[in-house]
């Protein structure tokens, strides 16, 4: 099973309780997640369009939807997508899209003002989390920004031996979890081509305000067969 499996498999809204482990957990911290992306991002009605990458049920976009135009919510899971547009439908500046993968190939470059993402990228292997830095480069406008949320490897030093132990015997019962040093995420972020304005350090967790400074060319790599008249 691929960690992208793990939320498309989802099938119903029991399982998709069962999977997004603890609901009231989440719930717990929304209060200060709205209030950390309201300090740090500044989400505003001159911002055109605001972006939630990985939104799931939209447990931020409703109280962030009254500070925004216009908010688009992406995931890659239908059943949690519906989830979201079901408690959000009624939201005028809200707007809600599936991912097929992780390509963020259907939005536009220089489309999006400001980016966040909380509890997703986690989630993500980190080869993976790289093309996905170089993709918010792309669709930002230049100086746009991202406020990203990353687990701390040495503040969350125990989670992240549970999660050693438990990774072979619960495979599919638990999503992948990443965690990272601050040096990591400096250079991630200057290959990706966002410049990093902060980084804040609360609890277990990074959060990374950065602001895309320039345009970065994709290399187009043409692998060519080791074997005889293949392409
Ligand atoms: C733990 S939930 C967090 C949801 C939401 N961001 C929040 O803070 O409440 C993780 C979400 O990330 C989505 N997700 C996982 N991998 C993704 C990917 N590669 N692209 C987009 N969404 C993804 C899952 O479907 C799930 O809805």
Redesign the pocket.
């Known amino acids: 099973m691929n960690?992208?499996q793990y939320?498309t498999d989802i099938k119903s809204e029991e399982e998709m309780k069962f999977k997004?482990i603890s609901h009231s957990e989440?719930d717990n911290r929304t209060e200060n997640?709205v209030k950390l992306i309201l300090e740090y991002l500044q989400p505003n009605k001159n911002d055109e369009i605001i972006f939630?990458?990985?939104?799931?049920?939209g447990?931020?976009i409703r109280p962030l939807s009254p500070y925004c135009k216009n908010l688009l919510g992406?995931?890659?899971?239908e059943v949690?997508l519906d989830s979201a547009i079901k408690k959000c439908g009624d939201l005028k500046n809200v707007i809600f899209k599936p991912?097929q993968n992780?390509s963020l190939i259907n939005l536009e470059n220089n489309s999006i003002d400001k980016i966040y993402?909380?509890?997703?990228l986690q989630?993500?292997e980190k080869s993976?989390v790289f093309n996905?830095l170089t993709e918010f480069n792309r669709i930002l406008i230049m100086k746009g920004k991202v406020f990203l949320q990353f687990p701390s490897l040495l503040k969350g030093k125990n989670v992240f031996h549970q999660s050693l132990i438990t990774k072979n015997q619960l495979r599919s019962l638990t999503?992948r979890l990443e965690f990272y040093l601050k040096e990591e995420l400096e250079i991630l972020f200057e290959f990706a081509g966002i410049k990093i304005l902060e980084i804040i350090e609360e609890e277990t967790d990074f959060y990374v305000l950065g602001e895309k400074e320039k345009e970065i060319k994709k290399l187009n790599i043409v692998l060519r067969s080791p074997f005889k008249n293949e392409k």
């Open positions: 960690e992208i939320w997004i989440f997640d939630d990458f990985g939104c799931g049920t447990r931020l992406v995931d890659i899971s949690i991912l992780d993402s909380f509890l997703v989630h993500i993976k996905i999503p």
